[in-house]
């Protein structure tokens, strides 16, 4: 447990810290109120008011356990929120009830399911498989202990780094389960006794866990929930994985390469509703080439155990065996212990909390952010709602870029996406475009040996603004950004086109995608304009012509809205003269 930190030691440390840069204006932390609405780009001097407002605080309370903020919960929620106040000159404390710091995030979710990933990657040689054949293997008879071994390394790591930024911050941390009892004070529970502490604001962040049905017989190794994956002895034979979610089908992904016969089962008739169909179509494929069996649009009516396996029967009669289960259905909030009541909050019937826009619960000043207040249920997302919880708390402003939110999967391949579907914008009419590259015509995916990863662009028709971005293969999550960025700076594809990218990359993608998208929706745009003239079209089929794998494109597209088309590249096609231009409203490939 961090020691506790004095108020004087904490101004002290943090008037140094804010120091200006040299040559710039020295603005001592003097005898200054806290401004109401400090300007973002004096960030310096609204430091250092804060500071001060702090030490001078006259609330008269006991400064040992009062506190600006208590935050309950240490995952990534929790994290970003009490570092941000704490840089705001706050006094914080974080209460965590589990012996480490970093929530389901580092212990059990994100960061140990990706390192048993990881491992499973290279263990079995699953990458190289594209270049040296499937029986490549790099090492024989993994066992969990190789895996776990992996997860524990990075788990303790992290585990480190974020307690020395809490430390870094003095954040003050607590280790116990917090309750509330009343709005204004909570209830510390640990082993050694309990403690009360008050604050003026809360951070409600304690997460969630697996949901765990009366009627399925859980089983320590057998029937287990995504936090059991990690306490199994051996890595099982054969497993049935009841949720086709995110979760259900990474665990799939990774326990197939693994060699573990899987059988997943899904209510739903598609995996990942929420992706992109295309990239839905193509995940499917990739899965059952892992040699998953896919049980879609079927529901389990029951689950029992017998001493060699365990059976699970399916409402349609079908019956299923395997070594062991993973019940992987939907998460709920981790509030039951947190005496809402007291505070005068109450949870749904999934334990999540109601919040507004700015993170605030019924209860003004108590705010909840991350997994327990429900979707998108991401440690990328709960951080950033964390960080603008306490920043809506003490008044400090805090632009969003962009509503744009990226979504990860670690799925074999990979899966992430930014910006709607193609199925939201068909539904929402919106007239749009796309383009495609794939990982087979670059050659950083030759290197990889990934012949069938795909990046595709979606774009506006009239002006060609990006608005979405999905990827399947090696590096997706990260690919994503780029387009992310592009999107969060409203750019057009043009961008990707007139920029140069490092050679061999897979960033090389958007570049064919940009041109791919562009080309079709040259000719689109000529199509349209020639049927709107009602002037037969004597051009050839095909308005762009390849050389050397890259579309050379039209310039003199009439399409006046979007910019010039590869300023640098040889116009080969002649276009038919300049008509009274129509946009046109729907995709003419
Ligand atoms: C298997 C799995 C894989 C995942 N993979 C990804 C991924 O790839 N990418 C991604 O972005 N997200 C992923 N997630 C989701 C991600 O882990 C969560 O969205 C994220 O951890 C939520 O952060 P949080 O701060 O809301 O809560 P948590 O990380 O759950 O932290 C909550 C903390 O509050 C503590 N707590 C609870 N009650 C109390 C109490 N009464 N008193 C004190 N402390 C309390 C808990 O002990 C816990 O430490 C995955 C989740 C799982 C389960």
Request: proline share 6%; aromatic share 6%.
């Amino acid at each position: 447990m961090f020691p506790r930190l004095t108020i004087g030691r904490e101004v002290n440390r943090r008037v140094r810290f804010n120091k200006p840069a040299r040559g710039g204006s020295t603005k001592p932390p003097a005898a200054v109120q806290q401004p109401a609405s400090p300007r973002v780009d004096d960030v310096w001097e609204f430091r250092a008011r804060a500071v001060q407002a702090h030490a001078t605080n006259a609330k008269g309370t006991d400064m040992h356990s009062h506190y600006d903020l208590a935050v309950i919960g240490t995952g990534p929620a929790g994290q970003k929120a009490a570092i941000n106040a704490a840089k705001m000159g706050k006094r914080v404390v974080a209460i965590e009830r589990e012996p480490a710091v970093g929530g389901a995030c580092i212990r059990t979710g994100t960061i140990p399911s990706k390192a048993m990933r990881e491992a499973v990657m290279h263990l079995t040689g699953y990458r190289m498989r594209g270049i040296y054949g499937a029986s490549y293997l790099v090492k024989k008879d993994i066992t969990m202990h190789d895996l776990i071994f992996r997860c524990e390394h990075v788990v303790r790591h992290e585990i480190d780094v974020i307690k020395a930024q809490m430390q870094r911050n003095d954040v003050e941390m607590r280790f116990g389960a917090a309750r509330f009892v009343d709005s204004h004070m909570l209830c510390i529970d640990a082993s050694g006794g309990s403690d009360i502490v008050s604050a003026d604001v809360f951070l409600i962040a304690v997460g969630s866990m697996p949901a765990r049905p009366d009627n399925i017989p859980f089983e320590r190794g057998r029937i287990i929930d995504s936090d059991g994956i990690l306490e199994l002895d051996t890595v099982p034979r054969s497993m049935i994985i009841v949720g086709g979610g995110v979760i259900g089908v990474e665990y799939a992904c990774t326990l197939a390469a693994l060699g573990t016969r899987v059988t997943l089962i899904d209510q739903r008739p598609r995996l990942l509703e929420f992706i992109d169909a295309e990239i839905a179509e193509a995940l499917q494929y990739h899965v059952r080439q892992l040699g998953v069996r896919l049980c879609l649009g079927e529901a389990v009516a029951d689950v029992s155990t017998d001493q060699s396996a365990v059976t699970a029967v399916l409402e349609s009669g079908k019956r299923l065996c395997a070594h062991s289960l993973l019940f992987a259905v939907g998460r709920q909030g981790a509030t039951q212990s947190l005496d809402l009541d007291a505070a005068g909050l109450s949870a749904d019937e999934r334990g999540r909390l109601r919040v507004d826009s700015q993170f605030r619960t019924a209860v003004p000043h108590i705010y909840a952010a991350g997994d327990v207040i429900g979707f998108p249920a991401l440690a990328s997302t709960s951080a950033e709602q964390g960080r603008l919880a306490s920043c809506h708390a003490f008044g400090q402003p805090c632009p969003t870029v962009s509503a744009a939110m990226p979504y990860g999967i670690y799925t074999i391949p990979e899966i992430s996406m930014v910006g709607p579907t193609e199925d939201q914008l068909t539904r929402d009419q919106v007239p749009y475009e796309v383009g495609v590259a794939r990982y087979r015509e670059i050659a950083r995916g030759q290197l990889l040996g990934d012949q069938t990863g795909m990046l595709k662009l979606i774009f506006t028709q009239d002006t060609r603004r990006l608005i979405a971005v999905h990827v399947i293969g090696e590096g997706a999550t990260e690919l994503v950004h780029i387009g992310q960025a592009v999107i969060a700076l409203g750019g057009t594809v043009q961008y990707f086109v007139d920029n140069v990218f490092n050679y061999p990359t897979l960033a090389e993608c958007y570049k064919v995608a940009a041109l791919d998208g562009i080309n079709r929706s040259a000719a689109a745009h000529r199509r349209a304009t020639e049927r709107h003239a009602n002037r037969p079209n004597t051009e050839t089929p095909s308005e762009s012509t390849t050389v050397g794998g890259e579309d050379l494109v039209d310039h003199e597209s009439p399409v006046p809205a979007a910019p010039a088309i590869a300023p640098h590249i040889t116009r080969v096609v002649r276009p038919a003269p300049r008509r009274p231009r129509r946009l046109p409203q729907t995709v003419a490939h």
